[in-house]
């Protein structure tokens, strides 16, 4: 399956979509809420490193392509997910579509966050959900995704999901748990629309 710039993945309260420059003031907006709050970037391409949305925009396009892919990285899709009553970026998530020695240790399948102003309000959660879709969509029957171990909530919206928890790996100081998620009965039949 080929995923469209255009491509829209529903869920009930969220949509997901590919960024492109019309988004660069609520990107940046989102980027500058987690520098402020001290905020760990997590399922965001190296948003942090990046102070210009159109370098980042060239960088998550060229890791988005196998012909432009960047040396030791995996094809990967970034979405931006927004609530659909407020059309505010809430968070935002990134797909890898295979995965190499270190994203199957470590990152897996799936990396995503809640911006902090929104968090514990079950954004997590959708967001994973329709992601998983998207992972079916994409030909990945089983799903990797890993998170903090002292982070709680993220390991609810990780088993609401159906994640299997596997084990848990260090990786420099910190604990990360690894969970498995079947995508088969996964029903993807109206989620995704084309604007």
Known sequence: MVIKDNDIFEGERL???IPSLADETAVMDFRQEFIDNNSHFAGVNSLGDYDSYEEWLEYIEKNSNEETLLPNRCLDTQFLTFDKSTN??????????YLNEYLAKYAGHIGDCIRPSERCKGYASEQIGIALKICKLLGIDRVLITCDDDNIPSAKSIEKNGGVFENTVQKEERVLRRY???TKDLDTSTFRKTI
Request: net charge positive; aromatic share 12%.
């Open 15 to 17: 949509y997901l979509k």
């Open 88 to 97: 505010r970026l809430v968070g935002m998530i990134d797909i890898r579509h």
């Open 180 to 182: 498995w998620i079947e």
